[in-house]
């Protein structure tokens, strides 16, 4: 019954009462003859609070301020550590995930348990981290906080339980892996080092078991010193005093030598039969000076030493070593093959790298295929199999900041057709010159999911370029770039002032895109006040761009009255007839000015030759007016059905048909209400209450915003803050919609504007589109961000549009190309319900619903009191459609349509920052986006059916893969060269042996990973069959291993038994006194 009293308030009532006191918005109701009755507009509301949840899904880019790296050699899966505490995993193309610490230290390591589903973190807080990854979601089993040493460096052997832990006082602790606590046996630094050394020996940044000898473990201390410490004795083999700092150390695959980079640009060799001295000192990058000297060069930060069957000569691989004496040089990583050397630029500082190779046994011969590069804003392969070392094509969508992100847009449910057409245009673009090898990052699984539909992320850069990616199935891949700089000339020196006020860089800045996949037509706002649209073709075209100027000027300053009142009641024009449009204020001219009238920036008046894909048409900026720069545009709409383009800002609207290129409206707002001005204003210079571009963006996010009607603190100036073109009614005296425009301001007032536009094709080219305020308002509180509608039915109604032609094909005589256009008109799909539809209007305080024609406040709800909305957008979701808001204190809402109940409120960003409020957008199916970072896109859901379905969506990151075999040494080797299976680290490290830990050196923290894995394995057939298969491979393994041991048990006994039996023999004929 409460939707049907709220139906009769606003048909009984001149003006529906809000909770305040107030009149809450439009005027007298229509005549009831012709308004629908309660039981007509009874709509049937199917979204419930339990269809909403809360979710990330995936996230895109570049993992933001990389710290480390690993990789697995036998699963192929990469891991990127990152400042906040983040890590990256990453395998094939779809398997990515991303994973963060709660307590957002970065992380200093990773180390893979390799071929066993598991990472271990280090981070900054001193803490380490067992990651379960053998779940589509990883999580953390078990943690170890250090709480008096640092730690520095991690070394984990391959198939070793033991974890090696060096710490900032130069001490190196054991953790056991599988529980997570620490080993009484320590290696002391003053143990390590000899007892008559008089200084400390610095950080611990190296720990390495010998090839060799698994028993024997390489200490490197940050001063130069390096030990190699006998585990099972418990002292040192050898120390080394270097007299330059270490910053990596790396070993030959046969155990015998090692290599140790330096700080002062050297690299030395050391073998393990003379310690005494390198027996090779290089400076790979230091000439010879004329004193005999060598330059002094960078430090070089990490050196990989590896060896190759094919050839005699190893391959080198370091980062640094320059000379100081070239300034200016990029960052390098240098490639030493025998004599051969090879000097990579990189175009950001080399964060680490990693040589990958084709065995995870440390002594075996290693075979180098790639070296991984992480940057400090790129990630780069190389090809280690090719002599030009090229670079492998990069499949994961690392570069979206390639320039920075200015805006975002998000398309989910796009016409099947639209993906493959960009993806067509956007493959003839595309670099060449890569390795024609597969991705050597290629672990994991991933298959497309069943309930899959096109989806497109459009992103706007600061440098003025657009890129369209393909967003299906929680995956991104870059479709097709657009670059809107090549519209206009190149600024020359004395062109750069005009621009130079309003946009102090990034003159071609994106700031708003509008696209309509249906028609293919693409708009484009950018900071410098232009508006660029384009048309689609699969032709290249010599045209004309044809450049429309608008003066939007101010005279009068938005300040409202004090006489103004809060029961100031909304106007309507009682007549229903079209005010005239007030005649223009008297500007003043100044021609000699060389401010006034010109734009900001210069559109080529030349023929241009346009590729495929997107060609700009037409391009309408604003000008200067008596040298005040124009006001950045704060909205834009367009449709295709009606060849209009609509654009505002601070100071007013303009209108602009793009069919025939004329500009039909350009008023300031004020002219706009003609006698329907709800308010008084005061007249006012438009010079005196400027601000700057940075300042009202900063003010507009960061200030308290009160906007209710009897506000002081109310910004000055209106701005048209939201544009929609739609089939509705302008006037309550229609009888039938016609094209209308819904403008919305910053003060909460909506303006319904009716256009009359040709219908027939032909007399669309030549006779002109009327537009003509008619003077209705409807009132809100707070700026206005969105309009949309629903029919009487509770459906949403979408916007008419033009079916996508190829204007630039050859001319079919027999067919020749038509507009055809597709209407979503409210009187067409509902002939029970009469000629009515409902108006959706959320503003940054509350939400209303209108009925149309009356103009009847139905339902109203204030949102938020303490906040304002930063976005809200109309979607469907759940087969139904509901009102999504997202505040600014991170609170994201929803609400259902057209009663306005709150069904989701949920504080998922605590902390919302401008990067954030300006990129954050909602889509239909219940997902939404945002600029988690500077170089990263988040996805996320708010839908309940995709959180229950995102497992089967995610990629394994785990697969089942049998551990390659070591290779055989040989007879000869392994005797004389020692057996490295022979070492038994339980026996050194256990508790029986070694004792437990200091309690007050390290707290075990146990994670929630265990029961996590146990309820994502649990998620389907799929996951139970891989946990057997996984069960019954360890078990397989186990017996396997069990079987080796019996059978060295029976050659033991049979060796045991054949020597006892020969000692009997000797003995048996020997008397006592013989022995």
């Not at 079209?578 to 401010?595: F, G, K, L, V």
């Not at 916007?799 to 630039?808: A, G, I, K």
């Not at 024609?853 to 930063?870: G, K, M, R």
Request: hydrophobic share 35%; net charge neutral; with cysteine.
């Amino acid at each position: 019954m409460k939707k049907f009293r709220k139906v009769l308030d606003g048909l009984t009532t001149s003006s529906p009462v809000n909770p305040g006191g107030s009149p809450a918005c439009g005027s007298a109701a229509g005549t009831p003859s012709a308004t629908p009755t309660p039981r007509e507009l009874e709509i049937h509301e199917t979204l419930m609070s339990e269809h909403f949840q809360i979710c990330k899904t995936v996230r895109h880019g570049f993992p933001y301020q990389p710290t480390a790296l690993a990789f697995d050699p036998v699963q192929k899966i990469l891991a990127i550590g990152t400042r906040s505490g983040g890590v990256r995993l990453l395998g094939r193309p779809g398997v990515d995930c991303h994973c963060q610490h709660e307590s957002g230290a970065a992380v200093l390591q990773l180390q893979f348990l390799i071929n066993e589903g598991a990472l271990v973190t280090a981070c900054a807080d001193d803490t380490l981290h067992l990651w379960n990854l053998r779940q589509r979601r990883p999580a953390i089993l078990h943690s170890l906080k250090f709480n008096r040493e640092r730690i520095t460096f991690c070394h984990l052997p391959f198939q070793s339980k033991w974890l090696y832990v060096g710490t900032e006082r130069g001490n190196t602790h054991i953790v056991n892996i599988e529980s997570f606590v620490l080993s009484g046996y320590v290696i002391m630094w003053n143990k390590a080092i000899e007892l008559s050394t008089k200084t400390h020996p610095g950080p611990v940044v190296h720990l390495s078991d010998s090839p060799k000898d698994e028993g024997k473990l390489l200490i490197g201390f940050e001063s130069g010193t390096i030990v190699m410490w006998d585990l099972r004795v418990k002292r040192a083999d050898f120390r080394i005093y270097y007299d330059e700092a270490i910053h990596s150390v790396s070993w030959h695959h046969e155990g015998r030598q090692f290599m140790c980079s330096h700080s002062d640009g050297s690299l030395s060799m050391w073998n393990m039969r003379n310690t005494a001295k390198p027996f090779q000192v290089t400076f790979p990058h230091g000439k010879t000076q004329r004193d005999g000297r060598k330059e002094s060069c960078k430090p070089i930060l990490k050196v990989e030493y590896k060896t190759s069957r094919n050839s005699s000569e190893a391959f080198v691989v370091f980062s640094g070593g320059l000379s100081y004496d070239k300034a200016g040089r990029r960052p390098t990583l240098t490639i030493m093959h025998g004599k051969a050397i090879t000097v990579l630029e990189m175009d950001y500082p080399i964060v680490d790298f990693m040589v990958l190779c084709d065995t995870p046994y440390l002594n075996e011969v290693q075979e180098p295929y790639a070296v991984v590069v992480l940057l400090e804003k790129d990630f780069v392969v190389v090809d280690l199999t090719q002599s030009n070392f090229p670079i492998f094509e990069n499949p994961y969508p690392m570069d979206v900041h390639e320039s920075p992100v200015t805006c975002t847009a998000y398309f989910a449910d796009c016409p099947p057709d639209i993906i493959p057409v960009l993806y067509s245009i956007g493959a003839k673009h595309k670099k060449t010159g890569y390795s024609h090898k597969e991705w050597p990052v290629s672990g994991g699984t991933w298959t497309v999911g069943s309930q899959t539909y096109p989806e497109i992320i459009v992103t706007g850069h600061a440098d003025g370029s657009i890129k369209f990616w393909d967003a299906t199935a929680i995956t991104l891949q870059m479709l097709y770039k657009l670059k809107t700089s090549k519209v206009f000339e190149n600024p020359k020196s004395g062109d750069v002032g005009r621009s130079g006020e309003l946009v102090e860089e990034d003159p071609y800045a994106v700031q708003m895109i509008s696209w309509c996949p249906q028609s293919r037509i693409f708009c484009v706002v950018g900071t410098s006040a232009h508006v660029i649209l384009y048309r689609f073709s699969k032709h290249d075209a010599n045209t004309t761009i044809t450049s429309l100027e608008v003066r939007l000027q101010c005279e009068m300053e938005d300040v409202i009255s004090p006489s103004d009142t809060e029961n100031t009641p909304c106007y309507s024009d009682p007549s229903g007839l079209s005010p005239q449009p007030q005649p223009p204020s008297p500007r003043s001219n100044t021609p000699d000015s060389a401010r006034d009238s010109i734009s900001c920036l210069k559109v080529k008046d030349r023929m241009i030759r346009m590729p495929p894909g997107y060609q700009a048409e037409l391009v309408v900026q604003l000008l200067w007016i008596d040298g005040e720069p124009p006001q950045q545009i704060t909205s834009l709409d367009l449709n295709s059905a009606y060849g209009l383009l609509a654009v505002g800002n601070c100071n007013g609207l303009a209108v602009v048909d793009y069919l025939q290129k004329t500009i039909l409206l350009c008023m300031n707002t004020l002219e706009l209400y003609g006698s329907a001005d709800p308010f008084q204003r005061l007249t006012r210079s438009p010079r005196k209450n400027r601000q700057s571009t940075s300042e009202s963006r900063e003010n507009s996010f960061s200030r308290s915003r009160s906007s209710s009607v009897s506000s002081i603190d109310r910004e000055t100036k209106e701005a048209v803050t939201t544009l929609q073109f739609m089939e509705s009614y302008g006037r309550k005296s229609d009888s039938l919609p016609t094209p209308c425009l819904w403008v919305g301001t910053s003060l909460g007032l909506v303006l319904i504007i009716p256009m009359s536009i040709p219908m027939d094709e032909q007399e669309r080219q030549e006779d002109p589109v009327t537009v003509a305020p008619a003077g209705t308002v409807l009132m809100l509180k707070g700026s206005i961000l969105r309009v949309s509608f629903l029919d009487c039915g509770g459906a949403l109604i979408h916007s008419p549009y033009e079916v996508w032609r190829d204007q630039q094909a050859p001319a079919d005589p027999d067919r020749p190309r038509k507009r055809k256009l597709v209407n979503f008109s409210p009187s067409s799909s509902q002939e029970a319900s009469g000629d009515c539809h409902l108006a959706v209007v959320c503003s940054e305080r509350q939400a209303k619903v209108f009925l149309m024609p009356t103009q009847a406040c139905l339902y109203v709800h204030n949102i938020t009191e303490s906040s304002f909305v930063l976005r809200a957008d109309v979607v469907s979701v759940c087969n139904s459609v509901g009102l999504a808001c997202f505040c600014a204190n991170g609170h994201i809402m929803t609400l259902s349509l057209p009663s306005l109940r709150p069904l989701l409120d949920v504080n998922y960003l605590p902390q919302t920052d401008m990067r954030i409020a300006r990129t954050f957008c909602f889509t239909n199916g219940g997902q939404a986006l945002y600029l988690c970072s500077p170089t990263e896109i988040q996805r996320i859901t708010y839908s309940q059916e995709m959180c229950d379905n995102l497992q089967e969506m995610l990629g394994e990151l785990f697969t089942p893969i049998e551990t390659p075999e070591a290779q055989n040494r040989g007879f000869l080797k392994g005797f004389f060269g020692g057996n490295s299976q022979t070492f038994d680290r339980e026996e050194l490290f256990g508790e029986a042996s070694a004792g437990k830990g200091s309690r007050s050196l390290a707290q075990h923290i146990p994670g929630q990973g265990g029961m996590e894995g146990m309820k994502a394995a649990a998620g389907g057939v799929v996951g139970e069959l891989a946990r057997a298969r996984i069960a019954l491979d360890e078990r397989g393994q186990r017996l396997g291993e069990l079987e080796e041991r019996t059978a060295l048990m029976m050659t033991s006994a049979e060796t045991f038994s054949k020597h006892a039996h020969e000692m009997m023999l000797k003995c048996k004929d020997k008397k006592w006194y013989q022995f």
